[in-house]
């Protein structure tokens, strides 16, 4: 219940914090995904994230537009996460301090997925088509006008990954 109670006020917090030309933008807006990766990277077992630093996620420049990347970046920032942007070509040499990694092309997305696999870095979207696809561990959708997690299993397993059992019980699941 206290998750369930938690998950409701960070989703009004953040939709009231973000604006509504970034709802029209992009399924989930920026800042309340970056709220919402916040909350799911403290339910990730396998990282003991250190509370008095900031994790450091690398967004994937690639097929953002600028707007949403900017938004990104702010709504990351408000949330106590370092960000690195990369293009998808020098990815390798960003992931080395990295804890995450956000990636929306599907161009680009299998290159991505092998590296976040070999670098074991937790791989987030907020296309969930790519979590569908099997190229990201976790992706944000809209589902009746609230933001849904989807977590593919298999994806989340290569990458050295495992996320709490209350969180998975919230999420949309692929196998």
Do not use: C
Not at 86 to 98: C, G, I, K, Y
Not at 140 to 165: D, F, W
């Amino acid at each position: 219940m206290k998750l369930r109670v938690t998950w409701a006020l960070l989703v009004a917090a953040a939709i009231g914090a973000s604006g509504p030309a970034y709802a029209r933008a992009m399924a989930v807006p920026p800042a309340l995904q970056a709220a919402i990766i916040k909350k799911v990277l403290s339910y990730d077992t396998t990282v003991a994230l250190d509370p008095a630093a900031s994790p450091r996620l690398v967004i994937v420049r690639d097929g953002i537009a600028e707007s949403d990347l900017q938004a990104l970046q702010t709504g990351f920032a408000a949330n106590d996460i370092e960000i690195d942007v990369a293009d998808a070509s020098t990815l390798a040499e960003h992931l080395a301090n990295a804890v995450a990694i956000y990636i929306s092309d599907e161009r680009i997305a299998r290159n991505v997925a092998n590296a976040a696999q070999a670098a074991h870095v937790l791989s987030f979207t907020g296309v969930s088509s790519l979590v569908d696809k099997g190229f990201v561990s976790v992706g944000l959708e809209e589902n009746n006008g609230r933001p849904k997690i989807v977590v593919n299993l298999t994806r989340l397993q290569k990458e050295g990954h495992s996320l709490a059992a209350g969180l998975l019980a919230l999420a949309r699941v692929v196998r």
